[in-house]
């Protein structure tokens, strides 16, 4: 079974579109691009779509790549304090005399859409509310949306980065879920992952899961984006694993979409209805 993630955004951003209805002021979400890199460029024509298909507002700060340091935390700091921004993010990457750290410590948390600040990344270890990173969360949405029951499921999450593997490792535990990280040191990678009722990855990898590496019963969530002869392809062997897994998630149309609308249930968080 192919897992649509664009069935599970729709309903995601029908429900967000039918919370705000009614309410005086819309949920307003800032970005801030330094430079003109194309992959965010064209990312946050999505986010602007996006947001307008729910009655959100979208301002799109787009600065040039001299731009200082100070500069850019000034302007956070602009929004930061600006009642009608409910959440902001930074396109990453930065140019190289901007600090990258300085940036997320900079944002507001309770704005920190996506889910990068130290303080919700140590509210989430701890099991607090927090903001949640936006790909961890569409895992999960996902997982939830298919009604599957984490407590006691084998799950292996290949990839460790902040930004996937180490915060959707916290959020599969806490669904009661045993969880094996693995990783480029890991070895006898398929004895994890043949082993393993869920396999997530996120190793930026194309093709790297391969069919003998599961069994007919393994539900594969891929979280891989990869570029190859000018299509957009997934850390999985598709085409074998297609119609021998229990379920996959599909590169383009599984996790992306997902992603990009629950980012708007992190903007509602904290919006006064």
Known sequence: MIIDGREIAKKIKSDVKQRIEGCESKPKVTAILLGDNPSSESYLKMLEKTCESVGFGCEICRLPNTTSEMQLLSLIDEKNKDEKTNGILVQMPLPAHISEEQVIMQIDPIK??????????????????????????????ILDALDMELTGKNIVVIGRSNIVGKPLAIMLMQKNATVTVCHSRTKNLAKHTKSADIVILAVGKPGFLKQEMVTEETVVID???????????????????????????????????????????????????
């Not at 990344?121 to 969360?137: N, Q």
């Open 112 to 141: 920190d859409i996506d889910g990068f600040h130290p303080m919700n990344a140590g509210r989430l270890f701890k099991g607090e509310k927090a903001m949640r990173p936006c790909t961890p969360l569409a895992v999960i949405t």
């Open 223 to 273: 979280v891989g984006t990869n570029e190859v002869d000018g299509k957009l392809v997934g850390d999985a062997d598709f085409e074998s694993l297609k119609d021998y897994v229990k379920m996959i998630t599909p590169v383009p149309g599984g996790v992306g979409p997902v992603t990009n609308a629950v980012l708007l249930l992190n903007v509602l968080e904290h919006f006064k209805f």
